[in-house]
Each structure stands twice: as structure tokens, then as C-alpha cells.
T-cell receptor
Framework: KQEVTQIPAALSVPEGENLVLNCSFT??????LQWFRQDPGKGLTSLLL?????REQTSGRLNASLDKSSGRSTLYIAASQPGDSATYLC???????????FGGGTRVLVKP | DTEVTQTPKHLVMGMTNKKSLKCEQH?????MYWYKQKAKKPPELMFV???????INESVPSRFSPECPNSSLLNLHLHALQPEDSALYLC???????????????????FGPGTRLTVL
């Protein structure tokens, strides 16, 4: 059974500091890994999708890496802003079952 | 248009009521999903429809009944719910639920804003 873990569960940083969010998964047989953002009481917004054949994806201040062999992904957010405050969820789309399995999320607070 | 819409935004119902949640997308996606999300927990998959046919049912109680009338619409019919069913119900869609046979690439899922359900 695929398990996805995100550490830390919560993170508070001053504005301008770089954010590093970690995600680990137990089964390397995945099609892709995705990072989502969720604001309180809202739906999920896809940030980055890394195919299983890729090692990283970048979009603006966001960069995500994927190491399938070690079952890890890291989301970097450069020069954080108060608007980055949200919960960040990673999810793996696994080969067996054709479904997304989510980690527990990291709640981020960027203080002005 | 990359939007998934859900109605209603909020729903309060009694345990004897029958209600429905609606989800709509006009992106031509052929896979649609229902998730349940409790407070401070990640979304949990409930159902997946692929080409308007139920493909995955994650052992969801029968008081939740999904329906896919056409390729753009997904409903979730609710009957005799319990207070513990109170949660945020999220709908999502994607071009396909399986990787492309030619490229092997997979697609992201686009999520709606959710329906906040409270069962009294």
C-alpha cells in the first residue's frame, strides 16, 4: 500500500525566506508526483506535476524535484511572500489502481 | 476554460434528507472524481468515472450514490447521511485517468472549490 508522508506538518517563516517542503512515498511505482496548494476551505490548485521520467519541474519561484529511487520529492519556494501562506499537499499517482494518494500536507505561514 | 464548478458551495441537511451535489466541467475531460476531505486531513478518493462509467468505488457506503449523466456533469446523491459525513466534498477532472499510450505521460487533476456539507 502506498503511503505518502509530509514533514513538517506546519512551518512558519519570515517573509523573504526560502521555503523547503518535503514529501516521501513508500512505493516507487508511480506515474507522477504532483504538488498542490490549498487555501482554507477551498479546493486544490495544481502547482507542479513531475512525470516519473523527470527529475524536476520549475514554475516561477517554485521548483520541485523528484527522486524515485529514494522515494522523495522536495518543493522549493524562493523568496516567500505572505500570499504563499496555505497548505501544500503532495500526491503520487501510482501505477496500480490509477489513483492519487495524498500526503497529510504542510501548513505554511509566511509572516510579514 | 480550465474551471471545475461545484454547487452548492454550502449544504446543511438532516439525517433523513435527500440532497445532491453537482459538478461540471467543460474542458472535454473524460475522467471525473469525487473526494471527501475532513478538516486538516488530505482528500480521500471516493469515486472515479472514466468515459461516463464508474471505474473506481473506494468502498464508499451506499448512502452516497454517484451519477455521471454526461461527459460534463457529475452528481453525488446523498441519502440518510450521518453527522460524521460532514466534510468538504471535492470534485476533480482530468483528460484521462490513465497514462497516454503514446507518450506515457499522465495528466494533472483540476479541482473544483468544493461543497461544504454539514449533516445535523
Amino acid at each position: 500500500k502506498q503511503e505518502v508522508t509530509q514533514i513538517p506538518a506546519a512551518l512558519s517563516v519570515p517573509e523573504g525566506e526560502n521555503l523547503v517542503l518535503n514529501c516521501s512515498f513508500t512505493d516507487s511505482a508511480i506515474y507522477n508526483l504532483q504538488w498542490f496548494r490549498q487555501d482554507p476551505g477551498k479546493g486544490l490548485t495544481s502547482l507542479l506535476l513531475i512525470q516519473s521520467s523527470q527529475r524536476e519541474q520549475t514554475s516561477g519561484r517554485l521548483n520541485a524535484s523528484l527522486d524515485k529511487s529514494s522515494g522523495r520529492s522536495t518543493l522549493y519556494i524562493a523568496a516567500s511572500q505572505p500570499g504563499d501562506s496555505a497548505t501544500y499537499l503532495c500526491a503520487v499517482f501510482k501505477a496500480a489502481g490509477n489513483k492519487l494518494t495524498f500526503g497529510g500536507g504542510t501548513r505554511v505561514l509566511v509572516k510579514p | 476554460d480550465t474551471e471545475v464548478t461545484q454547487t452548492p458551495k454550502h449544504l446543511v441537511m438532516g439525517m433523513t434528507n435527500k440532497k445532491s451535489l453537482k459538478c461540471e466541467q467543460h474542458m472535454g475531460h473524460r475522467a471525473m472524481y469525487w473526494y471527501k476531505q475532513k478538516a486538516k486531513k488530505p482528500p480521500e478518493l471516493m469515486f472515479v468515472y472514466s468515459y461516463e462509467k464508474l471505474s473506481i468505488n473506494e468502498s464508499v457506503p451506499s448512502r452516497f450514490s454517484p451519477e455521471c449523466p454526461n461527459s460534463s456533469l457529475l452528481n453525488l446523491h446523498l441519502h440518510a447521511l450521518q453527522p460524521e459525513d460532514s466534510a468538504l466534498y471535492l470534485c476533480a477532472s482530468s483528460p484521462s485517468m490513465t497514462p497516454s499510450r503514446t507518450s506515457g505521460r499522465t495528466d494533472t487533476q483540476y479541482f473544483g472549490p468544493g461543497t461544504r456539507l454539514t449533516v445535523l
